[in-house]
């Protein structure tokens, strides 16, 4: 059984795939940090100088744009790609340059507020367990801090366009986004869905920016189908 290496989204832990975890509780399955460096190369090569010789791979947001990376690095090592709620491209200079206040606010002690009211309400879609979804996201985000919110900060702001890392894998691809995404947008997906033909794109309904907690057992099912295509 292929090895998975999982990786979380910017300011979360391995909370933001329990449900994943214990559904693949037989399966080898690593979950990755991204919260050591500033630049995606070095997240990349630190999680890859850890990962199996081969392995399936899959990330959600910042984790699927770490995921990128360590593709671009090893596509070798690679054997199958999942990309949630994730962008190809380079960060948009209006988002860097945004990102530089939040930084400054979460330095000087306010990082609470920089996600509680800049980041997180933008997350999730309506729901009867939003609110504990909320919470949830709040106390990955605070328990990490604001050190390693300035780092995986600027490792976003700094990451380059992976279009051609993504067009040159021809291995089995899942491309997943929650219908509602406000932060990674269906034109993203769509985008790598036609740069990898090979893949299926799955949206997921009644969910936003992070499906594997919002709809955790469509986001399931379409993983274990993703992990069971031959290669």
Known sequence: MRPLVLIPGMMCDARLFAPQLHAFARRPVMLASCSEHADMES?????????????A???????GIVAMEMLRQAPERVERLALLDTNPLAEAQEVAARREGQIARARNGDLEGVLRYEMKPNYLAEGPDRQDLLDLCMAMALGLGPDVFERQSRALAGRRDQCATLAAFAGPALVLMGEQDRLCPLDRHTLMHALMPQSR???????????????????????????ATPN
């Open 43 to 55: 997240l990349a090569a630190a999680i890859l100088s850890d990962s199996p010789p081969l392995f």
């Open 57 to 63: 791979l899959a990330g959600l947001s910042m984790g």
């Open 201 to 227: 794109l799955a949206i997921i309904e009644n969910a936003g920016h992070l499906p594997t907690l919002e709809q955790p057992g469509g986001t399931t099912a379409h993983l274990e189908q993703w992990l």
